[in-house]
């Protein structure tokens, strides 16, 4: 499927443009559309946007829900019970579902208006990956509805970003390792960053650590640290901070400052240093998460190896009923 | 001053009825106007909303906010710098500004168009305590501005709540001092909840533990927690749920279902067992968090004395530079 022609589509169906765009998934899947929904909440003047996890968007279905409204559903397995049902009570409310799913026989797809069998994998272009296509088809929603200033610039930034994951991903590969060597028998770590990069923060705590290294952890945002959270800090305690380019970098550097006096266990993942400048600095910042969640597998592989635990072992999802 | 004189001076001043109502916090004060952004997410039709860390909205200020927008903040102490800013930045851009705090002396009264100073302690009715009034200038807004089906319920449930806390403290008293015996030596814990109560999970964690007793700590939406976070679940980690009476009620059944299974060492505090029923069923899911801050206090009143580690002790807050 085509972004620009999903939307066409759907906006020519409504019947003022497209009022509103709410991002519903669970887990992994409600991580990589947070970096859309800080998009749409700071940059749209009209269109509206809300993130729900799939459970609670069925059972306390937003009033505001309408024939205009264009709800987005992620299941990477296609099947997530919450999920399909999140996107069957779309379709009652007359609303316009897009599903984007890695498994072509998913269940999502029979209530999915338009759907995205997206690409995945390390090989895959991150641009085909569902964090992109889903920030693109908010782009093309805003574009489309009431325009947007810096189209351009965000299309040339799409272009890139894949290139300077690549580069980033060089990188990083050797103090991965030694990132792993020195905290490998951590047993909780917290996840620092702000902006369109909270929600990998919140991601990384609860896809790479809790669930698939079975470690404590904990997302922060930079800005609420100060406020409670950095009571913690401590010398044996492991802080690891997604450093953004753009509008909220303040935000993160204002932690780094603290820990790099309060702490020692830290490790900085910092956007600029890894080269993301070369996006334009009216919509670097969106691509801030795009880039983390890349370089942070990096960083999870490699614990996952010091660990001597497989990325892929579970002991309940999938394995017992819930 | 009064809730609904304030909402109708604002009101008479917009073009066209308040068009957005932005929460602006940190911390504990940004954790009492989640039930807010709930609510309104929930029930409004045409009234947006949005809930920032106060730094964020400094930085990353959103294009929607203009002279129709209603930007209430939030500081206990009236000073912080962040909050004090975010009030300033509203003002500039020509939004209607409430302000709330303790302190008459407060520097967010100079930018405040207008202000709750508000109760604070035990003896306070948590009517007018800041959760409960930015509550009520939410309902108050919905009401003048497209109107509320549930109005007088919810207006009922206000005159019952302080009441069903005073019982709820009473019942929960000794149980919350087996609490403390029992897991006073935990240097971990999580807290789970969802919808309108799902901030004071976050409040808990970061306020209640991480602030005031260093303890590590993480909130989990009760409708996340299976997708990821589940996987650490084993008989030595300590969770407490928040288990909510009304419409998301469901997610929190799952997860105590999940944790009886799986975990041994859980905490159970639902608001439908403490007396919330007694207001109606259209309004009482909002007058979960406030019940459960309350009750949540003579839990961390409970775990203060055990630990032998005052509410009251910081190592960095107020007392080094950040």
């Known amino acids: 499927m085509n972004v620009v022609n999903v939307i066409n589509d759907i906006h020519s169906a409504t019947k ?6 709410y991002l519903v998934a669970c887990g992994g899947s409600l991580v990589d559309m947070y970096p859309t929904k800080y998009f749409l909440e700071n940059e749209a003047k009209k269109v509206v946007t809300g ?28 099947n997530t019970p919450e999920s399909v049902e999140a996107s069957m009570v779309a379709k009652e409310r007359g609303a316009h579902t897009i599903g984007l799913t890695h498994n072509q026989e998913a269940s999502l797809l029979n209530y999915s ?23 693109q088809l908010a782009v093309e ?22 290139g300077i994951i690549k580069n980033g991903e060089q990188l990083v590969e050797k103090r991965t390792k030694e990132f792993a060597n020195k905290y490998g028998k951590e047993e909780l770590f917290y996840i620092l960053s702000s ?7 919140y991601g990384f705590a609860i896809c790479s ?6 470690l404590d952890a904990a997302s922060i945002h930079s800005g609420e640290y100060f406020h409670g ?20 970098r303040a935000l993160d550097e204002r932690a780094k400052t603290f820990l790099q006096q309060y702490a020692e266990k830290v490790e900085v993942v910092d956007a600029k240093e890894l080269g993301i400048n070369t996006i334009a600095d009216e919509v670097v910042e969106f691509f801030n998460p795009i880039l ?31």
Chains 1, 2 share one sequence.
């Open 16 to 21: 003022e443009g497209i009022s509103e765009v």
């Open 51 to 78: 993130l729900f996890t799939a459970n609670e968007f069925v059972h306390a279905t937003p009033k505001r829900l309408n024939q205009d409204s264009l709800v987005i559903v992620c299941s990477h397995g296609g």
């Open 113 to 135: 208006d338009h759907a995205f069998v997206y690409e995945w994998g390390s090989e895959s272009d991150v641009k085909n990956n569902p964090m992109a296509i889903i920030l």
């Open 141 to 162: 929603v805003l574009y489309r509805t009431e325009g947007y200033d810096h189209y351009d610039a965000f299309q040339s930034g799409i272009g890139k970003i894949n």
């Open 195 to 201: 902006g369109a990069s909270y929600g990998h923060a």
């Open 209 to 214: 650590l809790m669930e698939m290294q079975w």
């Open 229 to 248: 959270p950095f009571e913690v800090t401590d010398k044996e305690t492991p802080f690891i901070l997604l450093m953004n380019e753009g509008r909220t």
């Open 292 to 322: 983390f969640y890349s370089i942070m597998c990096v960083y999870r592989q490699a614990l996952a190896d010091v660990r001597n635990h497989p990325l892929e072992t579970r002991r309940y999802m999938g394995k017992v009923a819930y």
